[in-house]
C-alpha cells in the first residue's frame, strides 16, 4: 500500500496551489494532503526570521494523517523553500522557540521519502543564508540514511542579461553566484541537488505551480519522480 503523503508550499504560497497535484497523487494511490497554509502566515518568516510556525502547521499536519491512515511513516513533498524547511524538520538539532522553549522537531524516522521540487538547498541571498546555514551546516547532504531523498531540478530557462531571461539570470545568480547557467526560471540546477540524494533533471518545467505553462507538478513531470515515492 502507498504511504501517506504530505506536501509543504514553497515560500509566500498558499495550499490552493498544490490542490492540482494532491489530486494527481491521490489518483496515483497516494492518499495526499497539502499543509494548510495561506500566504499570510508566511508573514512573520520574512526577513530571515525562523520558519517555526510553517513547520509548526507542517508537524501538525503530519501527525493528523500518520493517525488517520493508522500508518508510521509518510512521503514528505516539498516545493521549493518547502524543500529545505522539510530537512529542518527531520533534524534532531533544537530549531525556533515555543514559550521561550527550544523546539526539537526529530521527525526523520516519520519520513521514508523526501522529494524536493524546485528547491534551492543553497543560497548567497543574505536573508535566506539565516536559515539555510543552519540547514547545511548540521544536516549536509542526504544526511538521514533512513530517508530516500530525491531532488528534482528543472532545465527550462538558460539565465541572461537579456529581455526575457533577465529574471532567471538574476535569480541564479543571487541563489549560486552565477547567473548563466540552466534552470527553473528561478532555482539553478546546481543548488537544487544535494550531495548523496537521488538527482533528477526534468526539462521544460516551470518553478511556479501558478505558471501558465508545465510546472513540477503537470502530469509528465509527476511521472518521472513520482515513481521514486514509497
Known sequence: MSLPTVILPGFLESAEAYYSLEKSLQNLG???VT?????RDWINTLG???VTPILKQLSCTVEHILLQKGASKINLIGHSAGGWISRIYLGEVPYGKSNLKLLTWKAYPKVATLVTLG???FSLE????????FVNDNYPGAFHEQVDYICVAGKTIFGKRKFGNWLAYSSYKLTCGNGNTWGDGITPIEAAHLEGARNLVIEDVMHSPRSSKAWYGSPQSLAIWSQHLA
Open 30 to 32: 497516494f492518499p495526499t
Open 35 to 39: 499543509v494548510p497554509l495561506q500566504r
Open 48 to 50: 530571515g526570521r525562523a
Open 119 to 121: 528547491t534551492p538547498h
Open 126 to 133: 543574505r536573508w535566506t543564508r539565516r536559515n539555510l546555514d
